[in-house]
């Protein structure tokens, strides 16, 4: 069962628009990550978070903002979205370095579609 | 520049029969290697994961091997079954960073 949290599933929506894609995790992980997958492509990190007010650009360049009022909420906004945006963006939580799994737990993901 | 990477985009296999799914890597200071599997439609889901001190790890149906010699981890399934069919990633961490790099995907798919 997921307890990590992605709404909404699929979004299509016209170029221009603001849009906020929500992310929520139940289990008081510290560290957060968004990530933008193409399909059957690689996982490319656009932004991270270790903490409540602590937020840091990826790997990949992005327009994309997010935010970290919250341990649960981390939720990734674009201001006015372009075709060149469509794609699926997964958000997952970690507790690294506690436990014995250092591994992310995903969400299942928002497919964006700007037309 | 540094990265995670799959020899092989797909791989096709029939039921019953043994798969394996490999994985180059680069950076020598990677400490940590994570396989995900990744049905359509949903996130990636934690299959197995291997320190750099080991060079083998069992889990149910599934072995991972790490050779840091030549930098390579694969992922041995045996007895593959349909539900087995979906995209394998191998993702890694270096040191203290806690952020994951993964690499390119393998469709894994099994033949009836």
């Known amino acids: 069962e997921a307890d990590i949290y992605q709404t909404p599933r699929y979004l299509v929506i016209g170029t221009g628009k603001k849009i906020t894609l929500e992310c929520s995790q139940t289990?008081?992980?510290?560290?957060m990550y968004w990530y933008q997958q193409d399909p059957g492509m690689e996982l490319h990190l656009i932004h991270y978070?270790?903490?409540?007010?602590?937020?840091e650009k990826g790997d990949l360049s992005s327009e994309s903002t997010v935010s970290r009022i919250r341990t649960e909420h981390f939720p990734l906004t674009l201001e006015s979205a372009r075709p060149s945006h469509t794609s699926q963006y997964l958000c997952?939580?970690?507790?690294?370095?506690?436990?014995?799994?250092?591994?992310?737990?995903f969400g299942s993901g928002t497919r964006l579609t700007v037309v | 520049g540094e990265s995670v990477g799959l020899h092989l985009p797909t791989l096709s296999v029939q039921e019953g029969d043994n798969s394996i799914i490999n994985c180059a890597y680069s950076?020598?200071?990677?400490?940590?290697f994570i396989w995900y599997k990744q049905e359509s439609g949903k996130g990636p889901q934690f299959i197995i994961d291997?320190?750099?001190?080991?060079d083998k790890r069992q889990g149910q149906r599934v072995t991972v091997l790490l050779n840091k010699t030549v930098k390579h981890l694969s992922l041995q399934i045996a007895a593959t079954q349909p539900g087995d069919s979906a995209v394998y990633f191998c993702?890694?961490?270096?040191?203290?960073?806690?952020?994951?790099?993964f690499g390119k995907g393998t469709l894994l798919t099994v033949n009836p």
């Open positions: 997952a939580s970690s507790e690294f370095p506690q436990g014995d799994n250092y591994g992310y737990t």
């Open positions: 291997i320190r750099s001190n080991m």
């Open positions: 978070s270790y903490g409540v007010n602590s937020t």
């Open positions: 289990m008081g992980h510290d560290k």
């Open positions: 950076n020598s200071a990677s400490d940590y």
């Open positions: 993702a890694e961490k270096k040191g203290s960073n806690y952020k994951l790099t």
